[in-house]
């Protein structure tokens, strides 16, 4: 998929960031954590965006981690969509 898309609750003062890193764990220059605006709510179906962009078609095919930075928050689950 081209879009990471989020399940996800956070309380009131709780947040959530997410970083894409390669095989080897290191984060994939602009996908890192600070790239990554915080996220809030609850939602079923939250793109989440890096700098502002949401595509990920250069990492299509290519094996890489998630890393979920969690602030008082639940991911119920992610999907890569077109």
Do not use: H
Request: proline share 4%; glycine share 8%; aromatic share 10%.
């Amino acid at each position: 998929g081209t879009q990471l898309e989020l399940n996800f609750s956070t309380s009131a003062t709780g947040s959530m960031r997410v970083e894409i890193q390669d095989e080897a764990g290191t984060p994939i220059e602009r996908f890192s954590l600070a790239d990554c605006p915080e996220l809030f709510g609850d939602t079923i179906a939250r793109r989440v965006m890096w700098k502002g962009d949401a595509d990920l078609s250069e990492l299509s095919g290519k094996p890489v981690r998630l890393l979920f930075d969690l602030k008082d928050a639940d991911v119920y689950s992610f999907q890569f969509r077109s």
